[in-house]
């Protein structure tokens, strides 16, 4: 069974350019978190998605958004890059259930320079 | 609301040592609790998780964790470190009911000393 796809794997964009990430989550799981992983913050919480519908939101900046798709895939934004938004950003895809746990992907590595 | 606090950044132990990597939680309610290790470059891969059906849980390659309530703990035990057991690891606890949020620790990094 393929496990949860993130794509790009790493990306180099520019101060105040936007991005755009994705993830595909198992087949099957209904549920996609994202979470922005910084050596300083450490992981950090940005939005989780059930059924399209945003059901948490971290305390990020409105430039981070985010969406998912009838098919579950996921796809987070970020305008107006800063530098302190380069970050590993993960995705991990849940089937549902108390107690499940979450399967992440490998990330993509994201650089503003 | 849930928090996890991971004492100890980096823990270095020797190859056939005993590994301990320290958690405690804070949960107002009966928490699911994780451990996942970090690869270099790579994503979290889940080592074990307690749903509250038995407190002692044993995870892959080798590694186990009690709960325990009376401490609010969650310690990650092995008993004989392997030089691939180097890497990060995170607990993490559910934040509650309906939903897949998940607060993590701030890691700890296991180095394997041959």
């Known amino acids: 069974k393929a496990g949860v796809t993130q794509t790009p794997r790493y990306l180099i964009k520019t101060r105040g350019q936007q991005v755009t990430l994705s993830c595909s989550p198992i087949s099957g799981h209904r549920s996609v978190s994202w979470y922005q992983q910084t050596p300083g913050q450490g992981l950090q919480f940005l939005f989780e998605?059930?059924?399209?519908?945003?059901?948490n939101k971290g305390n990020f900046p409105g430039r981070f958004s985010g969406r998912q798709f009838s098919n579950s895939r996921s796809e987070m934004n970020v305008s107006t890059l800063e530098l302190g938004d380069s970050a590993l950003y993960l995705c991990?895809?849940?089937?549902?259930?108390?107690?499940?746990?979450?399967?992440f992907g490998q990330g993509t590595r994201l650089t503003v320079v | 609301a849930q928090s996890v606090t991971q004492l100890g950044s980096h823990v270095s132990v020797s190859e056939g040592a005993l590994v301990l990597l320290r958690c405690n939680y804070s949960?107002?309610?009966?928490?699911?609790l994780f451990w996942y290790v970090q690869y270099p470059n790579q994503g979290l891969q889940l080592l074990l998780k307690y749903t509250s059906a038995a407190t002692l849980v044993k995870g892959i390659n080798g590694f186990e964790a009690e709960f325990k309530k009376s401490e609010t703990s969650f310690h990650l035990t092995k008993p004989s470190a392997h030089m691939s057991d180097a890497a990060e690891y995170f607990c993490?606890?559910?934040?509650?009911?309906?939903?897949?949020?998940?607060?993590f620790g701030t890691g700890t990094r296991l180095k394997v000393l041959a």
């Open positions: 949960s107002s309610v009966p928490p699911y």
């Open positions: 998605y059930f059924s399209e519908t945003q059901r």
């Open positions: 993490a606890v559910s934040a509650g009911e309906g939903t897949y949020k998940y607060i």
């Open positions: 991990a895809s849940t089937l549902g259930g108390g107690g499940t746990e979450a399967f």
